[in-house]
């Protein structure tokens, strides 16, 4: 059986636990606080980071995209990356985009802010910071609603890896009151839709101690 090392509000390790129910892989998970850097940690991992896949033939295994792409290769049900080159590579780019520049202009930001400095520094957010990160998520609402202006899902016209890291890193985003959805009509109907998925619905009742999300979080109507 696979055991995922796993932070709660860590987007990467949400997208492997969306990824692997979507195919259909049994495992347990393993809280990991990433700034602890932990001897288990570091020993499956050397860059001290979650996720982290063990226990099964391959593993360790870390990182969230080696993570995603060993299924991937290795499980024929719900193919994630679409088919033919062309479908493949825009999966690939939206997967880049949210795990890369979301995840930096947003997630990062709010997840030092709202979460570390709160619960590890006992700092107070840099209001600043949130106001950048807050410019930048709307950027970002503005592009989704773009996309799906001709597309039923975000790479294209079936459900990938696109939609998984966005939603993972929208999750993360969303739990930390990130999120303002008024005025994004396409793009809340998306996560709606997204949210009631098994793989993804699974995740919404988990609570970070310290941090409660706001009240529409886990709701699939919101
Ligand atoms: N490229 C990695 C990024 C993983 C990552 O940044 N994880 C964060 C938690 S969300 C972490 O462990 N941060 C601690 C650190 O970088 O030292 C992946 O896709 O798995």
Redesign the pocket.
């Known amino acids: 059986m696979w055991t995922l090392h796993h932070?709660t509000?860590?987007?990467?390790?949400r997208?492997?636990r969306i990824v692997l129910a979507e195919k259909g892989v049994e495992f347990t998970l393993e809280e990991?606080l990433?700034?602890l850097?932990s001897d288990e940690l570091m020993d499956m991992n050397r860059?001290?980071?979650?996720?982290v896949l063990s226990g099964g033939k391959a593993g360790p295994i870390?990182?969230?995209?080696?993570?995603c792409e060993y299924f991937e290769e290795t499980i024929e049900k719900a193919p994630l990356l679409g088919s033919g080159a062309a479908a493949r590579a825009e999966v690939r780019r939206l997967t880049a985009w949210f795990?890369q520049k979301f995840?930096a202009e947003v997630?990062?930001p709010l997840?030092t802010e709202r979460m570390f400095k709160r619960l590890v520094m006992r700092a107070s957010p840099d209001s600043a910071a949130l106001r950048v990160a807050a410019r930048a998520m709307a950027v970002h609402l503005d592009y989704i609603e773009y996309l799906l202006g001709d597309r039923r899902w975000l790479a294209g016209s079936t459900f990938s890896l696109a939609d998984i890291a966005a939603a993972a890193q929208l999750s993360?985003a969303d739990y930390l009151g990130g999120i303002d959805w008024r005025g994004y009509r396409d793009a809340k109907t998306w996560y709606a839709t997204v949210k009631s998925r098994r793989s993804i619905r699974a995740m919404l009742p988990e609570r970070m101690a310290g941090i409660s999300p706001p009240i529409h979080y886990d709701k699939l109507d919101f």
């Open positions: 932070f509000l860590c987007p990467f390790s997208k492997v990991e990433p700034w850097k860059a001290g980071q979650t996720p870390a990182d969230s995209i080696a993570i795990d995840y997630v990062n997840l993360v």
